[in-house]
């Protein structure tokens, strides 16, 4: 749920899983420009929330390739601009960080009678 405000959106932004933690809170309402595009808000996001740096942009400041940052339900890789999308005065954004398994060994115990 977003709604203008003269030249500027207020953007209501959910997060998952450990990034819920370091925002502390299940959602975030920031003040964004006409014309944001999915990077910069994530940068912006990462000025909010500094701890949140390494876990959404790389070294040179993109979106990690396992970040999930979905606009309006569709997951940014498959937007049609990508991380260039602008969005929208209208756009729903959920930011997920990757949940992966964990590292299992392989080892081998045989069991004899």
């Given at each position: 749920?977003?709604?203008?405000?003269?030249?500027?959106?207020v953007?209501?932004?959910?997060f998952?899983?450990?990034?819920?933690?370091?925002?502390?809170?299940?959602?975030?309402?920031?003040?964004?420009?006409?014309?944001?595009?999915?990077?910069?808000?994530?940068?912006?996001?990462?000025?909010?929330?500094?701890?949140?740096?390494?876990?959404?942009?790389n070294e040179?400041?993109?979106?990690?390739?396992?970040?999930?940052?979905?606009?309006?339900?569709?997951?940014v890789?498959?937007?049609?601009?990508?991380?260039?999308?602008?969005?929208?005065?209208?756009?729903?954004?959920?930011?997920?960080?990757?949940?992966?398994?964990g590292?299992?060994q392989n080892?081998?115990?045989?069991?004899?009678?």
């Amino acid at each position: 749920m977003t709604f203008s405000v003269i030249g500027k959106l207020v953007l209501i932004i959910k997060f998952y899983s450990t990034l819920r933690d370091i925002a502390g809170k299940k959602a975030v309402e920031i003040n964004i420009p006409d014309g944001t595009t999915i990077q910069q808000l994530a940068t912006d996001i990462v000025e909010l929330y500094p701890k949140m740096r390494e876990d959404l942009l790389n070294e040179n400041g993109k979106i990690h390739g396992h970040v999930h940052i979905f606009v309006d339900g569709l997951d940014v890789p498959f937007l049609s601009n990508n991380t260039s999308e602008i969005i929208s005065n209208d756009s729903v954004v959920d930011v997920f960080h990757a949940i992966g398994g964990g590292h299992y060994q392989n080892d081998i115990v045989v069991c004899s009678d």
